[in-house]
């Protein structure tokens, strides 16, 4: 009875302790503040850092788990740290016995029986255990809290704490900052000598600094490389090779790639990883190059270079200016950046009219002087080519027969399928969006936008805005053009012939069978150049950031040499001629075409009713009264529009507000055609 009245009590006291423990731990979690906020890093698609940020009290800290170094440096720092640390449950009782044991003897603390544990606790509340205080109380309370931390959390948790937070002179904290810092690299491939240095700084971290005291940090990593070889963690080898290392008596600047689009995402989502679906590589060699070709400029303007997958829809390089640091307006986000395009929309203003029917690229245009109000546009070169087909016309960049394409198609129309695709065109003070000069320019679009359309063309008509973070879902694409109409598209531009100057392209570049068009703005100020293959789509931008006018620079001697050299250095294709549509129509010349084809003019098709405009899902944005000019095409006698049900009187809405709406047309014979759209209220 006695031993089971003891076992009993025995019980109950541990049953009480730890209840006392669970209230204690609850009442006083753990401090987890400086473990929480870390540095911002943008990596790219395969986890490699692009760019990290310091945290807010100005530290490098980035989060590195277990998996994030090398096994090597892990079993260095247990031998030369705590050797026992997967054994115990955060505090070691054989060292606390040494640890008592030489207090007795010497009336004072020898060695403190630190765990990881235990500095780990430390590390998360170094104001309340700092260094100079170093009393049993303080011991007790770091003890207390290095077991609660085992209670609460794995041991790789418990060394993660200890890995990014470990302090590594200066403002670098971790192992991950520390190895890019000192090494220029992440910490998972480490050698012995950088191993045993990453364990010896943090004992003493502003004496060992390795770029300020290379001497004194050198000797520390040779102890850790001893105690490593007493432990059987390095061989002698190693060993020797180790310590015959000096050390290098400098700090590196952290990595600094697609610096314009990290600053950007960093501040949607501060204290994360961000991952993007950039491609390291190949936004490291498209840096070169923009760096390079500005070199060579004799007024140092800026390059952009966007670079999108069209099997992903991804972004995978963001070059958005070379001198991020160096300059007033380095940190302008070119990329992003609104500019006139001058002619590089043209080809979606003949995508919509080829969708329509209402041309054909071998249907003739006439490229006359031609009036459209108060407005008499011109071709560059200031002359006319009488009638032209649509795929020279398109090919030559010919202002005229584009003016005349656009005026079929709408304006608004245009402008509502470029937002339906993700872009948001800018349009001059004044312009409602009815402004013809949109074919030559008038409406601002940044080089992000421009690829997401040519992309969209690539992808046989289908649009999506680019994606640009792997952590968010893709949006679905629209499908805004026929397949037929991005063929017709494609197969002028990959056609088109080599501006003057330029020699043949190299065999792989011809494979590609790369579709493109260049585009000057007004005062030559913005250069362009845009092209596609089957899997990637390049878009150039060259100018300067302020607007200052480059006489000269036309986009097929600015911008296009740089498209070519980008499409030159991207993986090869993996299908370079996918074949036509079923529906589209072949001609050998205008002469071929049907009647309605031949030439631009009013179509009056007997094809089936159809609504032309507004298009499927197009966002349109109106102030507040003005009205949506209603069309379709096809049909027989008398057309009827309903707005939700309702009978409209003619052929312009008035919408009641922002919001959906279902349009719908009906025609003598009782055959309709409906869509879908959505009324935005402009700003």
Not at 9 to 18: R, S, Y
Not at 55 to 69: F, S, Y
Not at 235 to 252: E, I, N, P, W, Y
């Amino acid at each position: 009875m006695r031993w089971r009245g003891l076992l009993a009590g025995l019980a109950l006291g541990a049953a009480m302790l730890a209840a006392t423990g669970l209230a204690l731990d609850r009442l006083f979690p753990p401090e987890l503040s400086r473990y929480l906020d870390r540095s911002t890093e943008v990596v790219d698609a395969d986890g490699r850092m692009l760019r990290a940020f310091t945290t807010t009290d100005g530290k490098w800290r980035l989060r590195t788990a277990v998996e994030d170094v090398d096994p090597l440096y892990l079993a260095l720092l247990k031998a030369y740290e705590d050797r026992r640390f997967d054994e115990h449950f955060g505090v070691d009782p054989l060292a606390v016995a040494r640890a008592a044991e030489q207090w007795v003897a010497r009336g004072r603390i020898v060695s403190g029986a630190s765990t990881l544990s235990m500095q780990a606790a430390r590390l998360l509340e170094p104001t309340r255990f700092q260094r100079a205080n170093r009393g049993l109380g303080t011991k007790l309370l770091q003890s207390a809290r290095a077991l609660q931390l085992e209670w609460r959390y794995s041991k790789r948790e418990v060394l993660a704490i200890y890995l990014t937070l470990a302090p590594m002179g200066g403002n670098i904290e971790g192992v991950r900052a520390a190895s890019f810092a000192y090494f220029g690299k992440e910490p998972r491939h480490l050698g012995a000598a950088e191993a045993a240095l990453l364990v010896a700084i943090p004992q003493s971290p502003e004496r060992r600094r390795p770029d300020r005291h290379a001497a004194a940090a050198r000797a520390a990593r040779d102890r850790v490389v001893a105690r490593g070889f007493e432990h059987g963690v390095v061989d002698a080898a190693q060993r020797d090779f180790a310590t015959s290392r000096a050390v290098a008596g400098r700090r590196l600047a952290m990595p600094l790639h697609a610096p314009h689009l990290s600053a950007w995402l960093a501040g949607q989502s501060p204290g994360a990883v961000v991952p993007t679906t950039l491609r390291f590589e190949l936004q490291s060699s498209l840096a070169r190059l923009a760096r390079d070709e500005r070199a060579g400029t004799a007024d140092r303007a800026e390059i952009a270079i966007v670079v999108m997958d069209n099997r992903s829809g991804s972004v995978v390089v963001w070059q958005a200016g070379t001198d991020y640091f160096g300059r007033a307006a380095g940190q302008v986000d070119l990329v992003r950046a609104h500019r006139s395009p001058g002619s590089a929309l043209k080809p979606m203003i003949y995508a919509l009219a080829f969708d329509d029917r209402i041309l054909h690229p071998e249907s003739l245009v006439e490229d006359v002087p031609i009036r459209f109000h108060d407005w008499l546009p011109r071709n560059f070169d200031r002359g006319h080519q009488g009638a032209v087909t649509v795929r020279r016309a398109l090919q030559q960049s010919l202002n005229v027969p584009a003016v005349l394409a656009l005026e079929k198609v709408g304006p608004q129309r245009f402008l509502s399928t470029l937002r339906t695709a993700g872009a948001s065109p800018r349009l001059p003070p004044g312009d409602a969006g009815a402004s013809l000069g949109i074919a030559l320019g008038s409406a601002g679009i940044s080089p992000l936008e421009m690829a997401g359309l040519y992309a969209g063309l690539a992808r046989g008509g289908s649009f999506a805005p680019p994606r640009i973070r792997r952590d968010r879902p893709e949006s679905e694409p629209v499908r805004l053009i026929g397949p037929a109409a991005a063929w017709y598209v494609g197969d002028v531009l990959a056609d088109a012939p080599l501006p003057e100057g330029f020699a043949s392209l190299p065999v792989k570049l011809r494979e590609r069978r790369i579709a493109y068009k260049t585009g000057t703005s007004a005062g030559y100020r913005d250069a362009w150049a845009a092209g596609y293959s089957a899997n990637w789509t390049v878009v150039v931008w060259v100018g300067h950031p302020d607007g200052t006018s480059r006489p000269g620079a036309l986009g097929r001697l600015a911008a296009l040499p740089i498209l070519f050299k980008a499409f030159d250095r991207l993986p090869a294709e993996d299908n370079i001629a996918p074949p036509p549509p079923p529906d589209v129509l072949r001609a050998a010349s205008w002469r071929d075409l049907p009647v309605r084809l031949r030439t631009l003019g009013p179509s009056s098709d007997g094809d089936g009713l159809r609504i032309a405009y507004p298009p499927a899902e197009a966002r349109i944005e109106l102030a507040s009264h003005e009205a949506v000019p209603l069309s379709a095409r096809g049909g027989q006698g008398n057309l009827r529009w309903l707005v939700d049900g309702r009978p409209l009187a003619g052929t312009r809405w008035v919408p009641d507000g922002p919001g959906a709406a279902r349009l719908a047309v009906v025609d003598a014979a009782g055959h309709s055609s409906a869509v879908t759209v959505h009324i935005l209220t402009r700003p």
